[in-house]
């Protein structure tokens, strides 16, 4: 089966960006659209974005300036930029492979998360 | 609204039926998921599609829509399901924007 893992700096500076990436094992980048969701510190889940096999991407309004999610699907991993970051952005991120298809979308599975903290 | 809206906090004695609610107008359009996520642990996919498990996940879950609100019904609430839910559907704005309402923590007394 699909399993997840998010690699990538713990500590970020304000304003700095923050880069992770997910890797992909056991099974095929085509089978999913590839997704980063993120959890603030006791709140509840926010997605960010996602992108397909073929390379088209779609992101959450409120941080589409900010982010670019890029995969290479050579090395069978996806990746999250995200740009000006600030205190705000502390959080736990994790990587998921969604299900989208007509009125459905579902995420399964997920990686176990990494805790990214914006600190100076 | 585009937003989805739980209870944050829901109590249940052993046992017993709980029912967990999620609520927006982009689920009159579109299925909901729902997730059960415990301390320390990533989101687990308890229901998709409105109302399917995935392998693995007992059939006292289960799940139903009607208008607005979609539910995730325990019927037979164990110790072991104590944890937070959060429902998911797409944004009924358009393109594929999603949306996650803001979890219920469930207790089982």
């Known amino acids: 089966q699909v399993q997840l893992q998010e690699s990538g700096p713990g500590l970020v500076k304000p304003s700095e960006t923050l880069s992770l990436t997910c890797t992909v094992s056991?099974?095929?980048?085509?089978?999913?659209?590839w997704t980063w969701i993120r959890q603030p510190p006791g709140k509840g889940l926010e997605w960010i974005g996602h992108i397909t096999y073929s390379g088209y991407t779609d992101y959450n309004p409120s941080l589409q300036s900010r982010v670019t999610i890029s995969q290479d699907t050579s090395k069978n991993h996806f990746s999250l930029t995200l740009t000006s970051v600030t205190a705000a952005d502390t959080a736990l991120y994790y990587c998921?492979?969604?299900?989208?298809?007509?009125?459905?979308?579902?995420?399964?599975?997920w990686g176990q998360g990494t805790l990214v903290t914006v600190t100076s | 609204s585009s937003e989805l809206t739980q209870d944050p906090a829901v109590s249940v004695a052993l046992g017993q039926t709980v029912r967990i609610t999620c609520q927006g107008d982009s689920l009159r359009s579109f299925y909901a998921s729902w997730y059960q996520q415990k301390p320390g642990q990533a989101p687990r996919l308890v229901i998709y599609d409105q109302n399917n498990r995935p392998s693995g996940i007992p059939d006292r879950f289960s799940g139903s829509r009607s208008g607005n609100t979609a539910s995730l019904t325990i019927t037979g609430a164990q110790a072991e399901d104590e944890a937070d839910y959060y429902c998911n559907c797409r944004d009924r704005r358009g393109n594929l924007g999603v949306l996650f309402g803001g979890g219920t923590k469930l207790t089982v007394l």
């Open positions: 998921a492979g969604s299900t989208v298809f007509g009125v459905v979308i579902y995420f399964d599975p």
């Open positions: 056991g099974g095929s980048m085509t089978n999913y659209f």
